[in-house]
């Protein structure tokens, strides 16, 4: 049982930059594709980024592309997602998820494991 732990979230303007952190236990880290999903409310769960098992495959949603970095630290157990430019729109709870798969996923049923989420508020 993998268990995922987000952090980094918090209130912030728009055209700041935030640093979400994920630390994972219970597992290999190594064995999991990890991902990150946001969820706005009244919204659909929407993907964000991914990075492979491996760490050398990286997949960004057409709408954040150059405004976000997914990176993975596998000495920490830590997937982190550095996310630049705030908009309004980027206010959502953000999750981060594992899935025992080679490459990452924007799919969110190819995740077996999630964390609670951390809450990004931009305001303006």
């Known amino acids: 049982q993998v268990r995922l732990v987000e952090s980094g979230g918090g209130l912030v303007q728009t055209g700041d930059s935030l640093r979400l952190s994920c630390v994972a236990s219970g597992g290999t880290f190594g064995d999991y594709a990890m991902g990150w999903f946001r969820q706005a409310p009244g919204r659909e769960r929407e993907f964000v980024s991914a990075?492979?098992?491996?760490?050398?495959?990286?997949d960004y949603t057409y709408s954040l592309k150059g405004r976000v970095t997914i990176s993975r630290d596998d000495a920490k157990n830590t997937v982190n997602l550095q996310m630049n430019s705030l908009k309004l729109e980027d206010t959502a709870t953000y999750y981060c998820?594992?899935?025992?798969?080679?490459?990452?996923?924007?799919?969110?049923?190819?995740?077996?494991?999630w964390g609670q989420g951390t809450q990004v508020t931009v305001s303006s």
């Open positions: 998820a594992a899935g025992r798969r080679e490459y990452g996923s924007s799919r969110a049923s190819d995740y077996a494991y």
């Open positions: 990075v492979s098992r491996t760490g050398d495959t990286n």
